[in-house]
Every structure is written in C-alpha cells, then in structure tokens.
C-alpha cells in the first residue's frame, strides 16, 4: 500500500517477485491499476487519502476476529500499558484528542501519558514552548519507575482496551463506504494478512511516499505499525514495514543528516526555542531517555563534537556544543520558500534539487527564488531551477534580480563514494569515469567551499566565525576533492588521539578519547585498509559478507523479537536469532539486536537504567521501555493513535467526525497564491493524485535531457477513466486542462480503464491521476504539474499532500483562460504580511548585533522566531 | 552452444530498462532524438521494434468492460513484453540476404554484418516477426544478441539490465528447460501460460517466450511462414505453368503449321514460356522485384501484428520501412 513497487523501486521489486515465485502472495491496494497492480495476486482499488480507514478496518478485524499474536503482543507491545486519566479519544470528542489547544492549533501530549508517568506540573500551566517532544520526555517520564501495566488487558484504561474501543467503528461495512471497494475485497486482504501471519508465516507492508505524502502521513504508517505488532510481523524475517526510498541513498543522507532538524545519526538537532539546548548538559537530560539504548546518546554526541570540532571540542567547553548552529524554527522546505518571500531568506543552494518544477504550488516557489539575492544550482544539467526567471509565467526577467550561479555536476560513476538503501545497506562505488569539464563532485564542492571560508574567516575573533576556525577538516585530498573513503573513515570514527579506526559504537566513548561523524554507520571501516561497504561476498540468505548495514551490520533491525520471550525461535521455519543456553549467548543467522549475554529470562533493575533497565524479553531496545508502542504517549504531534481523517482537500464528508473532518493539527501556509478549496467544492470535484514513471526520475532533472528516455515518456499526461473522459468529451491524446486555485496545466490525455470512479458515501468520485516529471526545460518539455498542488504538510515531519487534493477537468488547452479567471479571484489575506516580516528582519538583525557583541557563544541567544512555522519536526522518510 | 533468451512475460514489470540499456550499449540513436509523440496506446510510445529499437516492451491492457469493483479487480490483466529479434533456428532474413552480409555466429544467433550489408531490403519482408529494419544509413539494423558482449563473456546488456530476470540468457537447451518447469508451475496455478518459440515456429526461436495469452495479443504470429516454404509452391506452379504453355505452345505450333498451311505468319517470340510475375526463380538475384514478391506473401503476417502499420505493398513507391523508421532513407518520406 502507499507504494508503486514496481514502477518506481523496480531494482527492489525483483525480490518481491522472487517471493511470488516462491508462492508468497502480493496484495496491491492502490487507487489506480499500475505496472504493481499487474504483478500482484489481488488489487483493491480505494480511494486516494482513505487509507487509515482500510487499515483501522483490519486493526479492527484483528481485535474482533481474536487473530492477534497473543504471547508476542503482551510481551512486546506495550498493550497492556495503562495510560492516564487525562487521555480522552476521538472517538468522545469528534475527531480530537484531548490536549488540543484551540488558540495555538497545537496538542500538548502531555494529556495522552502513561499513568504515573505525568510530569507534576499541571497541565494547565504547560509553558508556551511544546515544540520539541522526544519520545521519553516530557510526555513520559520513565526516570523513576517503569509504566504502569495489567496482563491480563482489562483495565480500561490499558492500551490493548482502548485500542479496540478506538477502532470499534471501523466495520468493513464503513471501510467499504469509505475508501469505495467492497466489503468482500477488504475482507479477503484482512483475511490473507491474518492467514500470512503467526508463529509460522510472517508478512511485510511495503510503502514509499503513496503513504507519506500525506496532512496524516506518519499516521498512516502508525497504523501499519499497529497491525505488525499485532500480528507478529516486526523483527521477524519476511516481516516488517518497508520503507521504500524515491532516490538513491536518501536513506544514506536521511542517516548522516541532510535534514535541519537531525544531526547525523538521529540526535535531535538543538533549537533555540528551548531553553534547555542552552547547553550540552540541557540537551543530554531533555533529548536522551535515561533507559533503553539511547542512554549511551551521551557517547555519541560527544564524539559527534569531538569528529567535528577535533581539538577545539574540550571538556571545558561542552565539548563545542556552543559551535553548533541552532534552529530558530522550521526551516523544512515549504516554510523555507515562505521565508524567501519574506526576504528573511536570502540566499539558497539547490544541489540536486530542481524545485521549479518539484516543489508544491511550484509557481509560488519560483516566485519565492526570484526574491533571493542569489541562487547557487549545482546539478548534472541546466535545470528549471537554474533557469527559474524563463518559467513561462515570468512576465519580465529583467525584474528578478537575483544573482544565479551554476555548478556542473558529476554524475555517480564519476565519483567515489556509497548508497545507503531501504534496508540500511551501504554499498561502496569506485569511480569508474573522470568528469568532463568543469564537472565537479559534490565532495569537491564541499570541500573547497569549507576551505576558502575557513581561509575567509582566519584570524577573526568575531564569536559568531568561531565554528569555521573551529571545524576540524583533516580529510585526505585527491585531485582537489576529500576522498570519499576518508570521509567514510571519519564517519565510522576512531580514537583520539592516536586516530585508530573503531570497531563498534559499543566502543565509543563520552570521555573525548573517540570521534565518530554518524555512529549508527560504525563498524562500516572498522581498521585501517578495511572498507566494508566495498565487500562483496554474498549467499543464498542473509549475506553478512555484502557490504555493510547499520547498525553493526545487522539486516533485521529488533530481531530479538524473533525469538519467544523464552529466547526459542517461534518456529522452526521463521528461525532467525535465538537464545544459545550451552553457549549463554544470543546466536543466530544475523547479528542479534539485543545485549549478546543478557538471558531472556533476566530482570531489568530501572534504576541502573541504559538497557540494564530493561528485561531480557524486551526486544524493542530504541525505545525506553523495550516495546512496540502500539499507543505513543509521546513523540507525535497529532495524537497518540492514527485515526481516519479526510484529506485537507476532499470529496466528501467524514464518516466517522463531523467537528474535526480533516487533521485538525495539519500545517497550513496561509499566504497569497496558496489557496485551498474547501471539502466538497462543487468547481473542483475531481479527486487528483501525482506520482512517477518508471521511465522519469522525478522532476526529470536527470532523465528529461536523455533521449533515450525521452522518447520512452515523451509528454506530460493524465491518466483518466473512459467515464469521465466521456462525460467530459475528452478523447485519448487530446488536450485536457486540469485546474485548481494554484494554477492550471494542459496535457494530453490518456485515457485509460486503469482507473475508475469510486462509489464513496453514496456519491460517485471520479479520480485522475498525473505524473510530474515535465517542465519547461530539457529534451522535451511539458507544463509543471506540481504548480496545481497546494502547500499543506504533515504537522510531525512537513512533508507535503500531493497524493490526493482536489482538481477540475477540462478539454481542450485553456490554462490561459482559466488562470486569467485565477488572477480575479480574491486572494486571502497573507498569514506572513508586512509586520511580521520586519519583525522578523528585526529579530534577525538583533541576533547578528547580540552575536558580535558576545564574548562567550554561550550568551547567543536567538529570541522565537515570530513565524507560525515552529512546530516540532520528526524524520522524513521520503 | 546455441545462446538465446528465455523471456518470461508474466514477470516483466514494463520498466524498459532492456530498451535503455540496449540503447546505451550498442550506442543507439533514440526515436527521433528522443521527441515524439504520445501514443495514447498504454505506456508504449516507441512502437515497434526498429533499426533504433531492437528492444521494445509491448504494452496490453486487459480490462474487463465491466466497471463495477468487482468486475474491475476480477480478470484485469496489463500484460508486458519485452520483444526481441528471435534470432530463429531457421532465419529468413538469414535466407532471402543475397550478399551474404546475414550470418549464423557461433552462438547460433543471426547477425547482420554491416560491413557487408548492401541495404538491398530483402531480409526486411523475409522475416515473419518484423524485425529487421532499414536504418538512417541505409542499412539492415536489429538485435545482435550483444555479438560483441558474448565474444567477451558478458551476456547481453538487457539480461544484465532485467531486475526481475524477464529476460534470462543463456544455453537454449537449458533456457528451454527453466521455461517448461515454469510452465508447469503456472499451469498447475491456474495460469494458462505456455512456450511460444518451440519448433513448430519456423524451427524453434533461440529467443522464445512465455506468453500467457494468444500469440497475436502479444504481436506476434500463430503460424509465421518462411520465404523458402513458397519455394516449393513456386516451383510446382511454375512447372505446371510451364507444362501448361508448353502444352500450349505445342497446340499452338501444331495451329500455326496447320494455320501456316493456309494461314497468316505469326509470331513465335509471343509464346515464349513465362513464368507468373516475381516467382524466384532458382538462382535469380533478389532485387525489388523479390521484395514486393515475399511483401505480398507475408501480407497476412504483416497484419497480425496490429500495432505496426502494415508495409506498403509496393516497396518501390512508399519504402520498405512502411513506418517512417529509417527516418526517411528508404523513401517513405518520415
């Protein structure tokens, strides 16, 4: 579900083919019928943004049909958990969970804790900044005992009860009139799920962004969550939930932290808003939990400062924490372009990135480039991006001021280096070319940027250069870059000083004698001369010797919970890590995820915390108390169980909330050119979804400029079905134009029995569907489909809602008509106007002032940023 | 050792990555530099194969008229196929190529030797699956079976390419062998999938298929004819023909001497034995004659493969490409 396998990760898909060969059964739930759908043994087709309904209905059968893994359920999942009083359900308040603050928009999770785990202040008086909620705190506080629990699941405030209360509603009867399949077909995925599940067999979801994309994404994945604990499915081989990635090692720069609000290897990055990053002693206490795994963040962070920093990170000046650059609030994608706009914002790099035509409201983007006093591109070929002012709807391109410079990119073979894919695998890549031209390696990018400005800011004594004086850049050179293989060395980490390569993270160290650059990756170079990212030995199963996955080069991740909780596989087929009683250790096929002697049968004692605190029977060791939280109390901002809400632009009503249709905590950018159509908007009635084709590579920055591929997908489309194309008299490759408040794009039809209309409450819903991979620039070139989709997120991570949002559908080529009607409509009033945005110049100016005048960085305070963009940010898995 | 392909269709996801990477490793121009048109015909935009296509992935969209859920989900198929020269057991391109430029490698696959190839067209009607075709230069272009790659151990670029082994290379024999056990798998699953390529098809295809629907659904001919099996057809009517006007001619000069007689002189030349127009005759050098000979017996086959559009019949007037994929060298005017 979520996913096109087939089409968009097709390398990937040849495993899941290789299992149908072996008799396993592919289930494709999709609202189109795609190259995937062919190859699976059952396709249900429901409707885009309904997915949460499908998905709560098998929770629901599950429950009801009594088909739960009882032994790895109770030992595993913290269904037996009692939450506190304070918690009260959508389902007793229309579609909010309490905690929710009508003035801020925002919940405060503190009202969904565990019983006994409340902080003592009330909840009344919870201070103004709740952005940052890390799982363990604040909204549990395990420090003093472990959660409350009742084995036998019946207290009614126990997880497992109000679970099921939860998903009560979600009969097959609603989910048929929700998502527009039928109760049979449903079924049949229920059952086939619950079949393929158990001590014997194990089944796995596979999504990518058909789920992510989404104002309730990371809820959806919950829910998927919820059904793999409840089914056995999670550290198990053949189980789990598959994240399926769109590019090349996105996995890779999502470890080792393209993103503001991560430091590499998953440490949360330091925010000015909480006062607790004010220091290093702040930020351990308030991001790390004192049990389970991550109470060793301590080690890594601190080798992080020291990998970084190298001698300018000492005891006496927390270890450089002070050189990091601290958030001052969202500074994720969307509310980047906003901030353009507001000429907060001033200067931007897109490497690899072609927003012209990849962003949401594409043209809102562009304009937002055409306010930066420079714009750097550094990508294979000339994009849209690079050329931003000749997008068509540019009037003057002499009115844009800003100053363009573009790199020339090598491509992969050119270059040294690894991809980290889905399954945390690093696979080392030699190159293979030497790039034509000017073409230059992102490595030597960096490289030399780090070094002209470390030589720009040498000898200043201005606190606010300090982190460049500081930075240690001892990479190894070749022809101008740092050698890729160094980098690796750095990231694995070593000793201090005497620079010998780790073997584990288990050695890192928080005293400064390590440095390790992302400590989920160590291991990956253990000694010197030994890349193990470049090893190429495989078997028939679990192939230790191919390259290297983190951590520890473990494939499945949580794989104690394949074992019982007495240590025995649970069957003799699905065996994978079990307990060794001769040898008093955990063996098996893969590295075990679980301290190697800590016996199954061992007590955890809380007060020594780290993972003595936890028991041997608790696998899940990432999380404080060693289970699935099938109810997370904390570490989401839209509550603590995913329930079905309509997508911000729908077709119809919710079924289930009438007060609260749509996720009443999404992100909304309430500035000009932005506009939403409200739910059941009878000039847009269309449901539309975007996506890819095999044959295009996103925006087609890299495949819309080869002719080979060009002539594979020449022109931009839209995939629409014979009902609708005869109700709106379009013919198969004649011109359609598909609007919405955002702007209008014309393409050529496709008209196809692929997709069909759905019967949705009572009402038919018709839904097209386009790819995005066209722009004004390139080979062959096509309007820029994401200049309909609106900016809307998720509120946990700000991934954007493309997969389902609301159109018209036209023939013929009339963009320019119907914009020229967009152009009359009013437009809203802008959220971001002119107060805040001097405001906000101000508050930056203050900074700047209050930075030079500061002796000690420590003193650098950034006041809140008086943008609405402040709300927490999880990880993006795009 | 004869080398061919085993082409699995019911794992093919439609991805074209043989058409990609065949392009990139025989270093072929894309259709028309890559600027065309949308079909509307499912996701095929390049066609056929061609001089510049010697892969091409055929798209075949089975949905069932009935628009409810149910009738929507029971029966869709998609079915794709990666289409490839079939490199035949017995080859007609390889027959009919008066120069000697078609040869037989020692893998046992058909090659068209460039070097050699005059560009005279006959191997373009000759072969029954629309292969070969006539590029920008002029001469016969299709799959080599990557010729090059094999003589250094490397299998061909689309195998390699294949991520769900759609594709495999390798013996025939044992290609042969993988296809009937999974033949048998389907089967026994309900799937009515079977070998399209085994001897009955012009002698067996070192590149055959495993097609779960009628052959021409796919494109591909029921029952392709060789122009050698009209040889023996052309030879009795010629000499019927023969015995006919000699017969003819005998009554005729048995006539004119009886006529001569008491008759007007005639003239002998005007009876002279003729055989029906474009018959090869054995030894005859093939030339544009033989082409819209062989066009016009293999019109049947031509037309099955519905999704090309049939060969001008007269080769002379409108190209033998009949498409527009020589980009104009043949004289069709693309």
Redesign the interface.
């Known amino acids: 579900m979520g996913s096109n396998f087939a089409e968009c990760h097709p390398v990937g898909f040849r495993w899941a083919m290789k299992a149908r060969e072996r008799g396993a059964k592919l289930i494709h739930v999709d609202p189109r019928f795609t190259r995937t759908s062919a190859m699976c043994d059952l396709h249900v087709s429901i409707r885009s943004g309904s997915d949460i309904a499908f998905l709560g209905g098998i929770i629901n059968f599950i429950l009801t049909e009594e088909r739960w893994f009882k032994e790895y359920v109770l030992h595993y999942t913290n269904a037996s958990t009692i939450v506190a009083d304070t918690f009260e359900d959508t389902e007793d308040l229309d579609g909010l969970f309490s905690g929710f603050d009508p003035a801020k928009g925002q919940y405060d999770n503190r009202a969904w804790a565990y019983e006994g785990t409340l902080p003592s202040t009330p909840l009344h008086e919870t201070s103004a900044d709740q952005a940052h909620q890390k799982e363990g705190q604040p909204g549990v506080d395990f420090r003093h005992h472990p959660p409350r629990t009742d084995p036998t699941l019946r207290h009614p405030r126990c997880v497992f009860q109000i679970m099921k209360r939860h998903y009560a509603r979600y009969t097959p009867e609603l989910v048929a009139r929700v998502c527009g399949c039928t109760e049979a077909q449903f079924l049949e995925v229920a059952r086939t799920l619950c079949d393929n599940s158990g001590r014997e067999r194990t089944s796995a979801f596979a999504y990518a962004v058909g789920w992510t994309q989404h104002t309730v994404g990371v809820q959806y994945i919950r829910a998927a969550t919820l059904i793999q604990a409840l089914l056995g499915n999670i550290g198990r081989p053949g189980g789990g939930i598959l994240a399926l990635r769109g590019h090349a090692t996105i996995q890779g720069s999502t470890d080792i932290a393209t993103l503001y609000n991560l430091l590499p290897g998953y440490l949360p990055a330091p925010t000015a808003q909480l006062p607790q990053h004010d220091t290093l002693e702040g930020w351990l206490a308030h991001e790390m939990p004192t049990t389970g795994w991550w109470a060793n963040g301590r080690k890594y962070m601190v080798s992080l400062l020291r990998a970084w920093y190298g001698d300018a990170a000492r005891p006496d000046n927390e270890w450089g924490y002070q050189f990091l650059p601290k958030n001052v609030g969202d500074h994720s994608h969307m509310p980047m372009f906003v901030a353009m706009h507001e000429r907060v914002m001033r200067g931007f790099m897109a490497i690899g990135q072609n927003p012209a035509v990849g962003g949401q409201n594409a043209v809102y983007q562009r304009a937002g480039m055409a306010q930066l006093d420079w714009l750097v591109v550094k990508d294979l070929f000339v994009t849209e991006t690079a050329e931003f002012w000749k997008a068509p709807d540019v009037a003057d391109p002499a009115a844009i001021q800003t100053e363009v410079f573009f790199f020339p990119s090598s491509t992969v073979p050119e270059i040294d280096g690894s991809f980290t894919n889905t399954q945390r695998l690093i696979q080392w890549h030699d190159r293979g070319a030497v790039s034509p031209g000017d073409c230059k390696s992102d490595l030597w990018f960096t490289h030399q940027l780090v070094k002209r400005l470390k030589q720009r800011y040498a000898g200043s004594t201005n606190p606010n250069d300090a982190p460049f004086l500081a930075l240690s850049w001892t990479f190894e050179e070749r022809d101008g870059e740092a050698r890729a293989d160094s980098v690796l060395k750095e990231v694995n980490g070593y000793t201090l000083p005497d620079r010998k390569q780790v073997a584990s993270f288990a050695d890192l160290k928080y005293d400064g004698s390590t440095a390790a650059g992302g400590w989920v990756y160590t291991g990956v170079y253990p000694e010197e001369g030994k890349n193990l990212a470049a090893a190429r030995s495989g078997d028939d199963y679990v192939a230790l010797g191919w390259a290297f996955a983190w951590p520890a080069n473990r494939r499945i991740l949580y794989n104690r919970a394949s074992a019982d909780p007495a240590g025995r596989p649970w069957s003799d087929r699905k065996r994978y890590v079990w307990w060794d009683e001769a040898k008093h250790e955990w063996v098996g096929y893969d590295v075990p995820d679980f301290p190697e002697t800590k016996a199954p049968g061992s007590k955890g004692v809380w007060a020594k915390g780290g993972m003595d605190a936890l028991d041997g029977d608790q696998p899940f060791i990432m999380k404080p108390d060693g289970k699935i939280w099938l109810y997370a109390p904390s570490g989401l901002v839209d509550g603590p169980l995913p329930t079905h809400y309509e997508p911000w632009e729908g077709p119809v009503a919710n079924a289930l909330y009438q007060a609260h249709p749509r996720n009443p905590v999404a992100k909304t950018f309430n500035v000009v050119g932005n506009r939403y159509i409200d739910p059941g908007d009878p000039a847009f009635p269309i449901v539309i979804s975007t996506y890819r084709l095999t044959e295009h590579h996103l925006t087609g920055a890299m495949t819309r400029w080869l002719p080979w591929l060009t002539a594979l997908q020449p022109e931009l489309f839209v995939e629409i079905s014979p009902e609708l194309a005869r109700e709106r008299a379009i013919e198969n490759t004649g011109w359609v134009t598909i609007s919405t408040p955002r702007g209008a794009v014309e393409c050529k039809a496709l008209v196809t029995r692929r997709l069909r209309a759905f019967e949705v409450m009572g009402r038919t819903v018709h839904q097209v569907g386009m790819p995005f991979h066209w722009g004004y620039r390139g080979v062959v070139t096509g309007d820029v489909t994401n200049e309909l989709a609106s900016m809307v997120a998720d509120p946990n991570v700000t991934i954007h809602e493309a997969k389902v949002f609301m159109c018209q559908v036209q023939s013929g080529r009339r963009a320019k008509e119907v914009l020229a009607r967009l152009q009359d409509a009013p437009s809203p009033v802008p959220h971001v106007g002119r107060r805040e945005r001097q405001a906000a110049e101000a508050n930056i100016d203050r900074a700047i002032e209050r930075t030079a005048a500061a002796s000690d960085p420590a003193e650098i305070l950034v006041e809140p940023s008086p943008f609405r963009l402040d709300q927490p940010i999880g990880v993006y898995h795009g | 050792m004869a080398k061919g392909f085993y082409t699995d269709t019911t794992?093919c996801?439609?991805?074209?990555?043989c058409?990609?990477a065949c392009?990139?490793w025989n270093e072929l121009?894309?259709?028309?530099?890559?600027?065309?048109?949308?079909?509307?015909d499912?996701?095929d935009?390049?066609g056929r194969l061609s001089a510049v296509d010697w892969r091409h992935v055929r798209f075949i969209?089975q949905?069932?008229e009935d628009?409810s859920?149910?009738g929507?989900?029971k029966g869709?198929?998609?079915?794709?196929m990666s289409d490839v020269c079939k490199h035949c057991v017995r080859a007609g391109c390889l027959e009919v190529c008066p120069t000697g430029a078609i040869i037989r490698t020692e893998f046992d696959s058909v090659y068209i030797q460039q070097d050699v190839c005059n560009g005279c067209r006959a191997c373009v009607p000759a072969c029954p699956f629309g292969v070969v075709d006539i590029g920008a230069d002029g001469k016969a272009h299709k799959c080599t079976l990557c010729y090059d790659r094999m003589q250094h151990g490397m299998e061909p670029a689309c195998a390699q390419a294949c991520?769900?082994?759609s594709i495999r290379f390798g013996d025939v024999l044992e290609l042969r062998a993988l296809a009937d056990q999974r033949v048998a798998d389907l089967r026994a699953a309900g799937v009515p999938a079977y070998v399209y390529g085994k001897e009955e098809i012009v002698g067996g295809l070192n590149c055959f298929f495993l097609l779960v629907d009628e052959p021409e659904v796919y494109g591909l001919p029921a029952q392709p004819r060789l122009p050698s099996e009209h040889v023996g057809e052309g030879f009795a009517f010629s000499a019927l023909t023969a015995a006919a006007v000699t017969v003819g001619s005998v009554v005729a000069f048995r006539k004119e001497r009886m006529d001569g007689m008491g008759g007007d002189d005639g003239d002998p030349v005007a009876t002279v034995p003729v055989s029906p127009a474009g018959a090869p005759a054995p030894g005859a050098l093939p030339g544009r004659d033989t082409v819209a000979f062989m066009h016009a017996i293999h019109g049947a086959n031509e037309a099955s493969r519905s999704r090309r559009p049939a060969p001008a019949p007269d080769s002379s007037a409108a190209g033998a490409c009949g498409s527009g994929g020589c980009g104009g060298a043949c004289g069709c005017h693309a």
């Open positions: 794992v996801i439609g991805c074209k990555a058409q990609a392009h990139q121009p894309a259709l028309n530099d890559g600027v065309v048109e949308l079909t509307g499912s996701y935009n390049t969209e949905i069932p628009r859920q149910e929507f989900l869709s198929r998609w079915l794709m991520p769900t082994d």
